[in-house]
T-cell receptor, first 114, second 114 residues
Framework: AQSVAQPEDQVNVAEGNPLTVKCTYSVSGNPYLFWYVQYPNRGLQFLLKYITGDNLVKGSYGFEAEFNKSQTSFHLKKPSALVSDSALYFCAVSTDTGRRALTFGSGTRLQVQP | GAGVSQSPSNKVTEKGKDVELRCDPISGHTALYWYRQSLGQGLEFLIYFQGNSAPDKSGLPSDRFSAERTGGSVSTLTIQRTQQEDSAVYLC????????????FGPGTRLTVT
C-alpha cells in the first residue's frame, strides 16, 4: 500500500520569508511525487512533479521541491513567500508498481502574513 | 484551452435518492479519475479509467457507487440510495495518459445529502 504524510496541518510564515511544507511518503516501487495547491472554492491546481532525474524540481509560481530518497521525503519550498501563496497544499504519490491514481496527503494550510 | 468541467456544481438530495454526477475531461486526455474530498477523510480515490482498459474500481466505498465512461470521453458517477455520509465534494481529473502524467482537476460537485 502507498501512503503520504503531511505532518503539519498549518504552516505560518511572514511575507518575504522562505517557506517549507513537509511531505513524506511510503510506496513499493519507484515513487512519482506531485504537489497540488487548492485555493478557496477552486479546484486543485498542479504545481510540480518528480518522476526521475534531478532531485530538485521547479514548478509553477516560483515553487520547488526536493526529492530525498533516503529520507523518503518531497518537501515543497519557496525562497520568498507571498500573501497570495496562502492556500491548501497537497502532496500526492503514485508508483509504477501499484495504483495509477494518486494517493494524497491530508493537506497543509499555508498562511502567509503580510 | 478548456479545462475539466463538472456538473452540477452543487447538488442537494434527500437520503435514499439516486444522483448522477457528470465529468467532461480535457479533449484528448485518455485517463480519467474520480476522487472524493470530505472533511474527515481528505482526498480519496474512487475510480480510474484509462482508454479501453477495464476501470480500476478499487476505491469505490460500496456497491452503491458506480461509474461509466462513454466513448472514451464523458464520465458519469452514480450514487444509488444516497446516505448522509456520501456528502462530500466529488472531483474529476483527467490526464493525457496515465501515470506519471499530471492530472488536471475539475472544480468539483458539492453533494449534500439531507
Amino acid at each position: 500500500a502507498q501512503s503520504v504524510a503531511q505532518p503539519e496541518d498549518q504552516v505560518n510564515v511572514a511575507e518575504g520569508n522562505p517557506l517549507t511544507v513537509k511531505c513524506t511518503y511510503s510506496v513499493s516501487g519507484n515513487p512519482y511525487l506531485f504537489w497540488y495547491v487548492q485555493y478557496p472554492n477552486r479546484g486543485l491546481q498542479f504545481l510540480l512533479k518528480y518522476i526521475t532525474g534531478d532531485n530538485l524540481v521547479k514548478g509553477s509560481y516560483g515553487f520547488e521541491a526536493e526529492f530525498n530518497k533516503s529520507q523518503t521525503s518531497f518537501h515543497l519550498k519557496k525562497p520568498s513567500a507571498l500573501v497570495s501563496d496562502s492556500a491548501l497544499y497537497f502532496c500526492a504519490v503514485s508508483t509504477d508498481t501499484g495504483r495509477r491514481a494518486l494517493t494524497f496527503g491530508s493537506g497543509t494550510r499555508l498562511q502567509v502574513q503580510p | 484551452g478548456a479545462g475539466v468541467s463538472q456538473s452540477p456544481s452543487n447538488k442537494v438530495t434527500e437520503k435514499g435518492k439516486d444522483v448522477e454526477l457528470r465529468c467532461d475531461p480535457i479533449s484528448g486526455h485518455t485517463a480519467l479519475y474520480w476522487y472524493r474530498q470530505s472533511l474527515g477523510q481528505g482526498l480519496e480515490f474512487l475510480i480510474y479509467f484509462q482508454g479501453n482498459s477495464a476501470p480500476d474500481k478499487s476505491g469505490l466505498p460500496s456497491d452503491r457507487f458506480s461509474a461509466e465512461r462513454t466513448g472514451g470521453s464523458v464520465s458519469t458517477l452514480t450514487i444509488q440510495r444516497t446516505q448522509q455520509e456520501d456528502s462530500a465534494v466529488y472531483l474529476c481529473a483527467s490526464s493525457l495518459r496515465d501515470w506519471p502524467y499530471e492530472q488536471y482537476f475539475g472544480p468539483g460537485t458539492r453533494l449534500t445529502v439531507t
